[in-house]
């Protein structure tokens, strides 16, 4: 039990940056970027050619990594956003999400179906143990990273003026644009944030899950939910969200098996948005609308 | 009012019916015959779900969850209970459409996008459920042996099941026709173009969007229960929710809000892997490029497109004739409906309001009576509450403190729908009409509610539906002419100038019935000539006996048609009486010009 409650919070806190990811872009631009999941994707297969296949120093695969990623996400904005007068949510949601399945495909032709090992960065020493719980290194790591990335985005998001810039572009387009904000820019800028997380989660989950095409499909959904469970709007009840689904997923897994656990876990979202409709953390869509 | 087929239509479509059913003299072959009745299938499912994506706006990515729930509940009743298909199918319709309310209950208090997770979930636990259950669904292997229906002690094969198929089929498209033509069609449409508007009409979003997700739940669990029938053996990778996907596809790529433009897509995508070599390994490539194609470069997918063009060659010479856009003269109509007994109460009573967003406090402790009969301005610099105070009237939003009551009954906690139908109308700052409605078919939203049309007389396109139709036109006929738009009934509201549109807004508030009007700057943007026309309407409107509720920023229509002004400065209300008392009073000269200490000359 112990150690499902431990593996849950880590992998929870990687559902967390991806939720996080997903919170910020909506935040700011009132859209779903539902090829998030297939970034995380395309950033693991990246680190694994370079820093695996082609034995690049890791430093230099992780950056050649950002670089493609921050590039993948330009050109999902470039599609979602195409007529940035009239954003339409449900097209810039059908276009990433037809986005995400030409990136899953073009992965399959490139990388073939087989899943690869991927290398611990953080290292796998056992540091202590908790009753017959090993925390080794990789997951303390993988939970203060997360922890830290997102204090920083959320300081960032509070307390400097590019932050404030982003919050007023989310509650009034047209305002913030009179005041001399660059909105297209700031658009811009949070896509790129986000797809800084998803590298990020791509790194620290690969060692866990192996790195394969189909990765990143069940990433990005379980960590659009999560951001529903906690709040889209905002990022705090996101990566709440997200740690909740990790723990959940966990305690499922420990009780019904691994077969049962996604059905019951998606199960369990349904049930709690029927009491919860506007997720945990979230405004009314009224107060939204208004 | 209502637009019949034009003649191409009238001949194309007995046409069509008739190619349509020597199709299996055509085509003798078994395999292609099957293929056909697979894309008539999911022509079925794409019909249904264009009503949620096309009609509603509302993205749907569980359809093929949906469509298991259909496949699977026909199967399972007819192998192991031994049921007929004729009462399966039903049953199976039944239960997939069940289904969507559980699921619909949750996701329609979400905003739209939300929906498409929920669904995508509804779609996971299906299709975990069926593997997760082989004693009853045989996971991969899959159902066998499922029957061909029968009638009598005849048993049909797959030549005569296609009549089967193709019943259901013109049956769906029929019933959805009959659906978009009804005032549900052009409700939902308007749930689409302006949720709020809609909603201020006195319509529950909710329950029109659960309304409308039951039924394409519904629809696609009866495609379910035929696709069973028809294969005679269904297993798990048909209900993953990458076909959930396919559907989708189908309906962008055959064209959104066409009534066969799914149907279309549903044909392509199903015969399109016949013809394309190592079709498995790309089909995801081509998914996507499609979509992307589409939504960008011909978002009105291929049927639409079409659409587009025959009617630009059509209607070119048409377009000549220019359009007349003169306004009649507002009508007083049936001044004595209205009129409310009890002359002496106000109409609506607002006690010590207070609102705060934030640390902005937008009302403090206002008051507000509003006596029936009158109009009353409400007044004040930008940013004073007045729209504040509207919406908060209206149910947008909860006040923090204070309360209200609308002819002595308390208003506290009820949603804007429920308001709207006790009485108040409203118009909005920015008009929020449906462009792709015409007028007429804009007020269909407002009287709506009160019509209690029946459902089901309206999908089947009974006569009794005709009758209540022709009745409700007759009403939004008398509504324009009040407005004096009634020449301009069939005119798409996107032909419209501006001024138009507002005067629209109030025909719309009107056919509520309200006994308190409230219009939110109606005269901003429009001409001299719109302005004193407005002004008649409202007169007219007073003089019916409802009470209006006025915000405006130009002086002079105030003052020229307030009963009473009320002004409000910073969230507090500074002055109230009679216009020539209000002009005069020098705490809103302050208000208004700073410190100058001369009288406005209105």
Redesign the interface.
């Known amino acids: 039990m112990l150690e499902s409650i431990f593996s849950g919070l880590v992998i929870g806190a990687i559902y967390a940056l991806v939720a996080l990811s997903f919170s910020i872009i909506f935040a700011t631009t009132n859209?779903?970027n539902?090829a998030l999941g297939e970034v995380v994707m395309v950033a693991c297969m990246m680190a694994l050619t370079t820093i695996v296949t082609m034995q690049w120093p890791v430093l230099a695969g992780i950056l050649l990594t950002i670089l493609a990623v921050l590039l993948l996400s330009y050109f999902l904005q470039l599609?979602a956003l195409?007529r940035l007068q009239r954003v339409d949510?449900?097209?810039a949601?059908?276009?990433t999400?037809?986005?995400?399945?030409?990136l899953?495909?073009?992965a399959?032709?490139i990388w073939g179906d087989k899943p690869f090992p991927f290398p611990s960065l953080l290292g796998e020493r056992i540091i202590f143990h908790i009753g017959r719980l090993a925390v080794n290194q990789q997951g303390i790591g993988v939970i203060v990273a997360a922890i830290l990335l997102m204090a920083v985005v959320d300081w960032f998001q509070r307390k400097t003026l590019i932050g404030k810039a982003m919050v007023a572009t989310s509650l009034d387009r047209e305002a913030a644009s009179a005041v001399g904000i660059n909105v297209n820019l700031i658009y811009t800028l949070s896509f790129a944030i986000s797809a800084l997380l998803a590298a990020a989660a791509a790194f620290l989950i690969a060692p866990f899950t192996f790195a394969s095409y189909y990765m990143g499909t069940d990433i990005g959904?379980k960590g659009?939910?999560a951001a529903?469970l906690g709040s889209?709007s905002q990022g705090r009840g996101a990566i709440v969200g997200g740690l909740l689904f990790g723990l959940a997923e966990a305690i499922l897994s420990y009780l019904f098996g691994s077969?049962?656990r996604?059905?019951l876990l998606?199960?369990a979202?349904?049930l709690v948005?029927?009491v919860k409709?506007?997720g945990l953390f979230g405004l009314s869509?009224?107060q939204?609308?208004? | 009012m209502d637009s019949t087929s034009p003649a191409p239509q009238r001949i194309l479509i007995p046409a069509l019916i008739v190619f349509l059913l020597f199709i299996p003299q055509i085509v003798p072959n078994v395999y292609y015959l099957r293929l056909i009745q697979i894309a008539a299938i999911f022509g079925i499912i794409a019909v249904g779900l264009d009503l949620l994506?096309g009609h509603t706006?509302l993205?749907s990515?569980g359809h093929a969850g949906l469509f298991a729930i259909g496949a699977y509940t026909s199967s399972l009743l007819a192998l192991k209970l031994g049921f007929s298909f004729w009462l399966a199918l039903p049953l199976a319709t039944v239960a997939s459409g069940f289904i969507g309310l559980l699921?619909g209950?949750?996701?329609f208090?979400?905003?739209?996008?939300?929906l498409?997770?929920?669904t995508?979930?509804?779609n996971?636990?299906v299709h975990?459920?069926i593997?997760?259950m082989p004693e009853l669904t045989r996971a991969a292997e899959g159902l066998r042996n499922i029957p061909m229906p029968s009638i009598g002690s005849f048993t049909l094969d797959v030549n005569n099941y296609y009549y089967v198929i193709l019943f259901f089929f013109l049956a769906t498209l029929y019933l959805m026709k009959n659906f978009y033509r009804s005032s549900w069609g052009k409700l939902i449409t308007c749930i689409r173009e302006s949720?709020?508007a809609a909603h201020f009409m006195g319509n529950s979003i909710y329950r029109y969007k659960l309304l409308v997700f039951v039924l394409s739940a519904a629809i696609t669990g009866m495609a379910g229960s035929l696709f069973a029938h028809l294969m005679g053996y269904i297993n798990e990778p048909s209900f993953t929710w990458e076909n959930s996907?396919l559907m989708?596809l189908m309906v962008?790529v055959g064209g959104r809000r066409e009534l066969l433009g799914p149907v279309v897509g549903a044909l392509l995508l199903i015969w399109m892997p016949q013809f394309v070599q190592r079709w498995d390994?790309?089909?995801?490539?081509v998914?996507?490029?499609?979509?992307?194609f589409f939504?960008?470069a011909a978002?009105d997918g291929i049927v639409g497109e079409l659409h587009l063009l025959w009617n630009r060659f059509v209607s070119s010479a048409q377009r000549r004739r220019t359009i007349d856009l003169t306004l009649s003269d507002p009508v007083l109509v049936d001044p004595v409906r209205t009129l409310v007994k009890d002359l002496q109460e106000p109409i609506l009573m607002v006690r010590s309001v207070s609102k705060s967003f934030g640390g902005l406090k937008a009302l403090n402790q206002v008051d507000l009576a509003i006596q029936p009969g009158t109009i009353h301005a409400l007044i004040g610099p930008n940013g004073s509450g007045k729209t504040t105070l509207v919406?908060v009237i209206t149910g947008?939003?909860k006040p923090d403190e204070g309360e209200f009551f609308y002819q002595g009954k308390s208003l506290a906690g009820l949603p804007p729908d429920r308001i709207s139908r006790i009485g108040i109308g409203r118009t909005f700052q920015t008009p929020s009409v449906s462009a792709s409605l015409t007028a007429a078919e804009n007020l269909l939203v407002a009287t709506h509610h009160r019509a209690r049309a029946n459902l089901m007389t309206a999908l089947l396109g009974l006569p009794e539906y005709f009758r209540q139709k022709q009745k409700a036109f007759a009403e939004i006929c008398e509504l324009l002419r009040e407005v004096g738009l009634e020449k301009l009934a069939n005119l798409n509201m996107s032909q419209l100038p501006h001024g138009y549109q507002r005067l629209l807004e109030i025909a719309r508030a009107l056919g509520l019935q309200p006994h308190l009007l409230i219009v939110d700057e109606p005269a901003a943007g429009l001409s001299q000539e719109e302005i004193a026309h407005l002004a008649k309407v409202l007169f007219n409107v007073k003089k019916k006996g409802i009470a209006v509720l006025l915000i405006e920023h130009n002086v002079d229509f105030v003052m020229s048609l307030a009963d009473y002004v009320t002004v409000l400065d910073f969230g507090k209300k500074i002055a109230e009486g009679k216009p020539a008392e209000i002009q005069n009073n020098e705490e809103v000269l302050k208000a208004y010009l700073g410190h100058r200490r001369q009288p406005i000359h209105a």
């Open positions: 859209i779903v539902f599609i195409k949510p449900n097209t949601f059908m276009l999400l037809a986005a995400g399945i030409i899953n495909n073009a399959l032709l959904l659009f939910a529903i889209l077969n049962a996604d059905p998606y199960l979202f349904i948005l029927m409709p506007t869509r009224w939204r609308l208004a | 994506v706006g993205i990515l699921l209950i949750p996701s208090r979400l905003a739209g996008v939300y498409a997770m929920t995508i979930a509804l996971i636990i975990k459920a593997i997760l949720e709020l996907v989708l962008i390994q790309y089909r995801h490539v998914y996507g490029t499609m979509i992307i939504l960008l978002p919406n947008l939003y």
